[in-house]
């Protein structure tokens, strides 16, 4: 393993950093909490990497001064929204440490991370921890405690405790958490570093997204983010270049300007140098932006996007998509997740048993579903109250709690549901499917205790209804077995087992077997639940 890189080298990393970006911007343009300006993440930090690297394969030198000077200035003219230029001022921050150096260590690798860090800081005027920002930054501090002897290992461990920095990002940018999404632009971060060492190592590069990120889900348009952008202080997005400086012009009448677009709007990013400035803005005012620039110099590359009119063509197709009836279900395990989207539920709410949902979680997914009326299950009966209340927390929905407590029920509504009849029509089938429902659940006793005439022992396996506890045993099949006897009478012709995360596919199948061999006159289904606390969830038709 190399414990240094020459020039050669870290041109490999830059060239590998823009194809693994350029793989991937789709999967880090998903994760844009708002599908508006300033464009998407990955695509314009990939944009921005596609300019270096296009100036770098210009050089025919392998001196690390002449590659540096290449890369950053490359960066910074093909910067692309907020995080293109920050991306450019990443690479300006390591570029202007290892310029001077004929090969690049370990420690001066931590060196130019710490660097870039600082300047990436300096050019946002209001910098946000929860971003790029603090993925860099984490990973910077790390480099200068980190005891590799060689530049693999060392890459390494900075990526790893980027993804670690990358995780955070929801805790510390609410709207992150609110959307359940990383940051965009600290993905890029990592996929950047990650591609340097694909390079580095030799590892083959994908042609398409193929390299698996940390992508939680893409995120939903709702009516929440339309009416919160309509609010937006500041309408055009405007960046441009500023070239061919006056020679009278000093890096402190640039500091000024960059002070004078503070005063006409937000997200004001410029930096350069004496040779050519990138300015990025958001104001009501892009007139004057220029205007003002052309005190320095000339300005090119104008680019000036009306973000009102984005927004009003938003909301337009939110508009126009939707539909007469959605549905949300509370549901818990992976595999309950995926049944309740087949049977045509919009949303599912994560919680059950040991995780209720607030009022204000349900409502904020009612408004992430684009429909007149909304169903909602909740499949508990410590959650139906707070969906009622969610009720309160939402304007211009019609809201309808059906009653489901557990999460047979929540299925055969979800089964029940027709979109081709009215609501009101649906919610008479739906109920009537509840009530038709016979349902059970397996679990253990957490203390001992003496209920429903039975004496149980902490750690005692017990089947039980919606009502009261059935049955108990030493084992899993055998609790099973006894609570569907107790729960099965003449009518039923249909048995349905999801088995949780605590039990085997193998098991599972077993206990299928046993039942199907115990009840010919039944069909028996076994689904893969996932869930937590019970073993099987039972229902009965």
């Known amino acids: 393993m190399p414990k240094s890189i020459n020039g050669a080298t870290f041109t490999k990393m830059v060239i590998g950093a823009s194809k693994l970006l350029d793989a991937n911007k789709n999967k880090i343009d998903a994760l844009n909490v708002f599908p508006v300006p300033d464009g998407d993440t990955g695509t314009n930090m990939s944009l921005t990497m596609q300019s270096a690297v296009r100036e770098l394969k210009q050089s025919s ?10 890369v950053s200035r490359g960066a910074l003219r093909g910067a692309r929204g907020n995080s293109g230029v920050i991306t450019s ?48 930054r984490m990973m910077g501090e790390y480099a200068q405690t980190v005891k590799a002897k060689d530049i693999e290992t060392f890459l390494e461990l900075v990526i790893e405790r980027g993804n670690e920095a990358l995780k955070m990002t929801p805790e510390l940018l609410p709207v992150l958490k609110k959307a ?19 390079a580095l190592t030799g590892e083959e590069f994908p042609e398409t997204d193929e390299v698996e990120l940390e992508v939680k889900k893409e995120p939903e348009v709702t009516q929440a983010d339309v009416l919160n952008l309509g609010s937006i202080e500041f309408g055009y997005c405007t960046e441009f270049f500023v070239v061919n400086l006056k020679k009278k012009t000093t890096m402190a009448d640039i500091d000024r300007f960059r002070e004078t677009l503070m005063n006409m709007g937000d997200s004001v990013i410029v930096v350069g140098d004496l ?42 197709k939110y508009e126009e998509e939707r539909k007469p009836i959605g549905l949300i279900s509370v549901s818990q395990g992976d595999g309950l997740t995926s049944i309740f989207k087949e049977l045509q539920v919009d ?54 709690v059906v009653p489901t407590k557990n999460i047979p029920q929540g299925l055969a509504a979800a089964l029940a549901f027709d979109s081709d009849l009215s609501a009101d029509e649906n919610l008479m089938n739906m109920l009537h499917a509840v009530d038709s429902v016979t349902d059970g659940m397996v679990t253990y006793a957490v203390r001992n205790t003496k209920i429903d005439k039975l004496t149980l022992k902490k750690g005692d396996i017990i089947g039980l209804n919606s009502k009261k506890i059935l049955t108990k045993s030493n084992t899993v099949s055998g609790a ?11 009518n039923h012709s249909l048995i349905n087992l999801y088995y949780g995360a605590d039990v085997t596919e193998s098991d599972a199948e077993a206990l299928s077997q046993q039942v199907a061999e115990t009840y010919p006159d039944c069909d028996v289904e076994l689904y893969f639940g996932g869930q937590s606390v019970y073993y099987y969830i039972i229902s009965l038709e």
């Open 61 to 70: 030198s392998n001196r690390l001064s002449e590659i540096s000077d290449r």
């Open 89 to 136: 001022q990443i690479f300006k921050g390591i570029c202007s440490t290892i310029h001077d150096e004929t090969e690049v260590t370990v420690k001066v690798f931590a060196k130019a991370l710490k660097n870039a860090t600082e300047v990436a800081y300096s050019a946002v005027a209001k910098p946000k921890e929860g971003t790029m920002l603090t993925v860099i």
């Open 180 to 198: 359940g999404v990383v940051d965009s632009g600290g993905m890029g971060i990592i996929t950047i570093f990650k591609g340097m060492h694909m």
């Open 275 to 316: 040779s050519f400035v990138k300015v990025h803005v958001h104001t009501n005012t892009p007139g004057k932006a220029l205007t003002a620039a052309l005190q320095l110099g000339e300005i090119n590359n104008v680019k000036i996007e009306n973000m009102l009119e984005q927004h009003r063509e938003l909301v337009r």
């Open 347 to 400: 949303k599912v709410i994560e919680g059950g048993q040991t995780m209720n949902p607030s009022a204000s979680d349900i409502a904020d997914s009612i408004m992430q579903v684009n429909a007149e009326t909304v169903f909602v299950f909740p499949n508990n009966k410590n959650i139906i109250l707070a969906a009622e209340q969610a009720k309160d927390l939402v304007e211009g929905r019609k809201i309808i």
């Open 480 to 490: 099973t077995i006894s609570l569907i006897e107790k729960l099965k009478d003449k």
